[in-house]
């Protein structure tokens, strides 16, 4: 039981990784002049919309926590609708927060506000995919003994590390090193 | 444990930073007096002869000059010898040079040009117009702006009808301002951009030479030195460079006249990594040329370039052109370019002139030095004294031998040439006098005052940790006075007393007595904890996580000391601070959460399973993170900018009101800056009504109710004329003269009262006593009841006492002897809150009108935070509520840093708000203290105001014990059964924890400050070499050091405020007592 959980999870994740480098590496033999520094908005885009893709198939494919109970089509609707609007209530979050934690509130709105979506799909997603939309529970999984399965145990991590990372790329922001890569953490 | 060892205890804490830094400042900070007196052309120092027009002093000997400054042009890179077998990338490429001397031996010289350190180029600049030494700190320049003020060359100059034409640099158009005919300035700031600067200066150079508009050219070329920070001196691009300025020296060779002097030099050299700053010996070893296309010199040149310090260049090229050597000049000219054409005697003659009148000159400035400042010591100087009498009596007897025609020809040359040793002995003796006093770092000091510091941080840290053990400071005290006594007995014995050795010694002595006795004591207190029951049963994983406990809020403050290390981050340290506040906030609330305590436990009652519920307190935990987070995105708009941030706006606000032009935006500022003036005071006079403190009658609360106000409208009014324009009211404006220093001052005044008043009665209490008087019934009278007005009395007597035991009977059993205090539960926060907002409206009035916005939000950012902070603590359900955690502390602190610049300030000494110094006078200052005090008070406002109302951390607590409860009382009869809340009293319950625990807070609040000072003086230790130490890190390290030494006596005040309140509150006990 635990050796395929364990299975499960991995593929799920290096499906994950291997979305984001394709997500990088795929669209410029579509797209004219693409670069992840140069047309940053854009790669933006693309991975966000890919990891969704990605996250929602591997949800309906791997289903790690599986309802015992069966429910209608309507509820099911409104399960949908429901974790839309969850998804956007935590871009609007990200964003504020971003916005409260220094970034430029009309300049470059478009990066802050595509920022807090990737960073929404990284943390949010996975949220409702995992446990739905169903705030007690992420409550629950994000303290100190509320991990119950491997798959919490996951989510945990990797939100964990998405927070932080973003946290950690507002670091280089101040360097005067003068690189092409600093503008793409400003937004970050 | 009581009142006096705790602020003793701190008060010894904090000398020994203090110790630490005047330690490390004496051998960091070279300090040096500017004197404001130029040189004039006449009187002249030289003996009355005919000189022709446009000489002073000396008669000139060139018309015009070209100064070619190669920034970092090191001497080895000058320097050729065709025997090199392989040439490094730097060596052998100024050619030209090479070739000029060796073809016109008597036309062209190359010089050993030795820098003096701080080897930066803007000092470098400097020292070489001034001709002086110039220090990190001239005391008495001018710190609004670079410019220089002390007399100069170019000042000579344009005092004197020449003209200067500069190109390059832009930091001469900051040190110059408005002295050049002509300039061409390219910006200099890029340390990778090596070309722009060059190529323009090749631009413009020759059609400006061969133009001819001009008397001092001077071009000054960065490539070099910006090739050596990118690559260093061995590399292919720095040959480059260098052949890039051969060529130009060649090509401008031909395009030189006759009458023209050409100067090559190097401002200073570098290591091998390419940096410079400092005093070693690559750093300061610089090139020197000298050309001209008439004859310079009469001998051929010596086997070994000569050494020449730099500042010789100043009083040599000031007598060549024909002008007065600038006033604070110390160099000596060189003596080479003075020899002329003639025999021998006529050229030592020449030279002894002009060496007459540099001693003269230096004689002069050392004179007026030693009036203005006591740094140079006394007997050297009148040794000095001595030599330049003698020299110069020996110079007037041998020029009237000479003009008598006394001498025979080989006496005469030895005389001459003795004369000029003298002349030359105390010109160096001068000099060297002056170089160490102001122009060596001490390196064993500075790393002497880094440990000390270290260990002062170390001591706070042990100490606040020890606090709980009470019994601990009695003892400590005696191994202290060892110290103190032995650190005195050796500062005496090591010599002169100076008085920052003796202190030095004792802070480091009784230190090491602290160290040993706390070692000392510690079996016995391993013995103590292992009784205690709690922390045996503790499992080895539980102790490992006590420890890790603070490890969250220190590792914050450790990003915050290392973002110091980084010239970027400090110079963007104004948005550094709120982003790890915020972090810091956000991170205390998740760990909050992470533990579960802001959901109750599944298992609660009453609640369905596998639902978790919302503590009760979180949700107004969450609203203070969001408005903390609010507060501190909206102190960002109160910036002000460094210059070194390109693309930045200063805050609009940090503009006076007058500066307005619409009439309309300036009424609607004005209305908003007064609103949150009343909403201040409304605030504060709500806070204090709500814990009943607003009704009693002494008079601090009445000058709360009627003063507050008072000041406010003072404030307006302040602001109201201030911001008025002009020219309007042409005949009242003798009257608004008058208001715009009577309103500051009655704000002055009435703050002063309201201070001395918390002083003199700090206790807000209003007590109801309706106990009944003790004591006989009747009062007995004397002698026989004889008359009826004494039977009348008795009867009336007992008629009361009976009435009033009915009374009390019928009120109700237990209460029959109650005093109700209202307002005896906060009285602690009260004198402090009242002081805080009085300090508050006093900064307030040193600021621009706007900047009162921000101080609102200071006061709603301390609230939310101290908010944030007990809830914090009765959510995690701290058994200890006297014990302030590290969060809390660390965050006062960072908001602290995040105020000083939300008021507008930045470590920069540009950013100083030097009208401050103005409030509420008129221009006439007697004294220097005042205005000190006054833009003192204004740069750290913020230190002030979070490091008074640091003893709140432990105070909040106790106060929001009770929230939403009206009943404010207390019992005085110890048979009342019913719980009362006690709030604050619960601090004179445990009257020795209560002092302990101040303490300790203290203490961590100065390890919080002493780490940032620490890492600051790191940085300058360490980073002395650095590019931007004079201009980043040492004003960073000035202004922290300052606000320590604010903060520290701050904290102090307000601990002793708050042990004042406490004798009062125990006097008032006592009064209470008797009745």
Known sequence: ?188 | MRRCPVLLFLAWAGFLFLAGLWLFASGFLLLRVELPQHSACTPSPAPATALAMGSCWLPRRFARAVLVLVDALAFEFARFEEARPRPRPYENKLGALHHLAATQPHHARLYRFRADPPTTTMQRIKGLTTGSLPTFVDVGSNFASYAIREDNLLAQLVHNGRRVVFMGDDTWGGLFPKMFSRSYFFPSFNVKDLHTVDDGILQHLYSTVDGGDWDLLIAHFLGVDHCGHKHGPDHPEMAKKLTQMNEMISSLVDHLENDTLLLVAGDHGMTDTGDHGGDSEKEVNAALFVYSKTPLFRAGPPKEPETVPQVNLVPTLALLLGVPIPYSSIGEVMADLFEGDGDAVTAALSQLAAYHVNAKQVDRFLDSYALAAQDLPGNRLQQLKELFTAAAEEHAQLLAQVQEGLLALPELEAQLGRLRSHFQHYLREARAVCTTSWARFHPFRMVAGCALIAASCLLCYIASELASALDFYHHCFYSLFGGLLAGALLGWAHGDLDPILVASWVAAASQLGFFWHSWSQRPRRIHLASVRPPVASMGLWQRLRAWLEPALPLGILALRCGAMFSDSFVIAESRVVPFLLASLAMLWVGKLHWDGQLSTPPDAPKQPPGSLSCHKESRPLLGLLAALLVCLRLSSLFHQCRDEVLHCQPSPCLAPLSSLRSPQVKNLCYLLCVASLVGLVYAVRRWLRHYGNLNSTSPLVLFVRWGFPLIAFCIACYWAVTSGTEDTLGKLQELVQAALVAFPRAVYGLVATGLLLVLWKPVTVFAQDNRAAAGPIVTPYQGAPSSQADLLHVISQIYRRMQESLNSRLEGGSRWAAVAAYGLGSVYSAALIITLTLLGFFLLLLHSERMSLSFLLLFLEAFILLRLHVSAMSLAGEAEPFVVPWNAVIAWVLATAQFFYSTGHQPIFPAIHWNAAFVGFHEDHTTHLVPALLVAANTFASHILFAVGCPLLLLWPFLCETRGSRRKRLKKDPQDEEQEPLMEMRLREAPERFSAMLLQLGLKYLFVLGMQLLACVCTAMILRRHLMVWKVFAPKFLFEALGFVVSFVCLLLGISLVLHVDCAVSAWYRQLEPR
């Open chain 1, 1 to 188: 039981m635990k050796d395929t959980e364990i299975k499960k999870l991995l593929f799920a994740h290096v499906f994950c990784v291997v979305s984001i480098i394709l997500s990088t590496v795929i669209p410029s033999f579509f797209l004219e002049n693409f670069s992840v520094l140069g047309t940053h908005l854009t790669w933006l885009c693309i991975c966000s919309a890919c990891v969704t893709t990605v996250n929602i198939f591997l949800y309906i494919i791997v289903k790690p926590n599986p309802s015992s109970k069966r429910s209608s089509f309507a509820h099911k609707i409104s399960r949908f609708l429901k974790c839309c609007i969850y998804f956007f209530m935590s871009c609007i979050v990200f964003h504020g927060i971003t916005v409260l934690y220094g970034a430029p509130l009309i300049q470059s709105v478009l990066e802050t506000f595509l920022f807090a979506v990737l960073l929404s799909t990284f943390t949010t997603l996975n949220c409702l995919c995992m446990l739905g939309p169903n705030i007690q529970a992420w409550i629950r999984v994000f303290s100190k003994n509320g991990a119950m399965s491997i798959w919490d145990n996951s989510l945990q991590i990797t939100t964990m590390c998405s927070i932080v990372g973003a946290w950690l790329g507002a670091f280089p922001i101040p360097l005067d090193w003068d690189r092409p890569w600093q503008n793409f953490c400003s937004e970050v």
